[in-house]
């Protein structure tokens, strides 16, 4: 089963066509990076993609639901971690976590565990007393992806997760990431390419709001004759390459 199909997927901002016409199968379990350069497209297809904004045109379906028809069983099924932080900033970390599953419906009781549980899972035990606005980066990000798997989703988006964040954070929410695998269905963004090469199963590349190529890190390698993945990203964000050969 698809976790996500989008077909033709459009949105503008006036003349502005941030996605133009996006094809996307994502299977469910699967781990799929979405690389492209800064205006690419990335963070509007996950807009669309979780309900958060309405499609100009195309159609798209988390486990073959409309998002615009079914919204709210799309937002029972995923969650999504922003690019722009979603933590109650004068909430401490214990206190966010238990808001949230608040939120979600859990009673108090439950709520308690649900944190406890995330504190452990996400190793916050040092930082559960702390307003989040004191928390590092990594901190920081580790209890927005947090927070977003209170609701136990079965596909998790998340934008950027590493944005900005040292070698030893980064490698602590790559073990994190790698921890869902197979466990839940998860698109991803980042500029990281070996970020990309390690965690995903499949990587889409946008171009200018379109999907110009798909596959596994060796597949897109071998399409863009390069050398390695960061030339293959070069290249097919140049339009360097035909994007048919790439079409898996
Ligand atoms: N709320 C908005 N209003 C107007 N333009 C937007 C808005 N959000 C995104 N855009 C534009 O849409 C394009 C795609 O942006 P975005 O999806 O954020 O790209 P990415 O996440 O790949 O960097 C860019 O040109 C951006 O300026
Ligand atoms: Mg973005």
Redesign the pocket.
């Known amino acids: 089963m698809n976790a996500i199909y989008a077909e033709n997927l459009v ?1 503008k ?2 003349k ?4 133009n016409g996006l094809d996307l199968a994502v299977k469910e379990g699967e781990l799929f990076s ?1 690389l ?12 669309m993609l979780s309900a958060l ?1 309405r499609p100009d045109g195309g159609t798209a379906e988390i486990f073959g639901k409309d998002v615009v028809k079914n919204t709210a069983e799309v937002k029972a099924a995923m969650n999504v971690s922003p ?1 722009e932080s979603a933590v109650a900033a004068n909430l401490t970390v214990w206190e966010n976590l238990t808001f949230i599953a608040q939120i979600y419906g859990f009673s108090k009781a439950q709520a308690k565990g649900k944190a406890e549980k995330a504190v452990e899972w996400f190793s916050l035990e040092e930082v559960a007393g702390k307003r989040a606005k004191t928390l590092s980066g990594g901190y920081a990000r580790r209890l927005s992806i947090a927070m977003a798997l209170v609701s136990e989703p079965k596909l998790l988006f998340l ?2 997760p590493t944005l900005g964040l040292d070698v030893i954070s980064r490698s602590a929410l790559w073990k994190i990431i790698q921890g869902l695998k197979g466990k839940i269905t998860v698109l991803l ?1 980042t500029h990281y390419m070996e970020e990309a090469e390690a965690l995903s199963d499949r990587i889409g590349i ?1 171009v200018k ?1 379109r999907m110009a190529a798909t596959g596994t890190r060796d597949e897109l390698v071998s399409a863009a004759s390069a050398k390695d993945f960061t030339e293959a990203f070069i290249n097919i964000s140049n339009g360097d390459f035909s994007a048919k050969k790439a079409a898996f």
């Open positions: 949105k901002y006036g502005n066509v941030a996605v979405l492209g350069v800064n205006g690419a497209g990335k963070s509007t297809t996950i807009k904004i690019q934008d950027e963004t946008m709001g």
